[in-house]
Every structure is written in structure tokens, then in C-alpha cells.
């Protein structure tokens, strides 16, 4: 069983950037889809960015293209999310999700294993 613990939330200023990390346990991983998903206050998880761990290959909703990067570094069994031009509408408990599958996914009922989250908070 895979577990997986966020970090670095907090509070960013529009315009500013921020990482989060996603550390994952628990067996080997190299056969799985990670994905990172928020939810903003009052509204329904989204989906953001998934990347396929065997082949970095990604995939990103229209909402961060272009301002934010998901990555993972083998050696630290560690998902990343770079976030860049941060917005006020990027305001939301991030995320962190295993698919048991090599296969990127938007949708949330394909994850199998989830993070408790990590809350990113956006100054105008």
C-alpha cells in the first residue's frame, strides 16, 4: 500500500510561486500515475496535472497550463508540483493521488490513494 503525505503549502502572493510536495511510502512506484487535484473553497475537486511515473509523461487541465509543472524525482520517491503566476482563483486545498495504472487521468474516481491535502492560500 502506497501512502502519500503533502508539503508545502501556505500562503503566496498572486503573481509569486510556490512547490508543493508530494512524498510517497510504502512499495515501489514505478508502475503507478501520480496526480495532483485541488479544491477550492465551496467548489468540487479538480482536476490540475498527472504525470506517469515509468515515463514522465504529463498531462495538465487548460486551468495551470502553461504556469504550473509536475515532476518526480526517482531517488526521493517524490512528486512535485512547481506553481508559477500564481492566481487568486489557484486558492485551494491541494491533492496529492496514486493511480495503480500507467495511465494519466483527469478524473479523481481513478485514483486510488489519496494525500489529506495541503492548503495554498493566494494575497492579491
Known amino acids: 500500500q502506497v501512502q502519500l503525505t503533502e508539503s508545502g503549502g501556505g500562503l503566496v502572493q498572486a503573481g509569486g510561486s510556490l512547490r508543493l510536495s508530494c512524498a510517497t511510502s510504502g512499495r515501489a512506484v514505478s508502475t503507478i500515475t501520480m496526480g495532483w487535484f485541488r479544491q477550492p473553497p465551496g467548489r468540487e475537486r479538480e482536476f490540475a496535472a498527472s504525470?506517469?511515473?515509468?515515463?514522465?509523461?504529463?498531462y495538465y487541465s487548460d486551468s495551470v497550463k502553461g504556469r504550473f509543472t509536475i515532476s518526480r524525482d526517482n531517488a526521493k520517491n517524490t512528486v512535485y508540483l512547481q506553481m508559477k503566476g500564481v492566481k487568486p482563483e489557484d486558492r485551494a486545498v491541494y491533492y496529492c493521488?496514486?493511480?495503480?495504472?500507467?495511465?494519466?487521468?483527469?478524473?479523481?474516481?481513478?485514483?486510488?490513494?489519496w494525500g489529506q491535502g495541503t492548503r495554498v492560500t493566494v494575497s492579491s
Open positions: 493521488a496514486a493511480r495503480n495504472a500507467a495511465r494519466n487521468s483527469r478524473w479523481s474516481n481513478d485514483y486510488d490513494i
Open positions: 504525470i506517469r511515473w515509468n515515463d514522465d509523461n504529463t
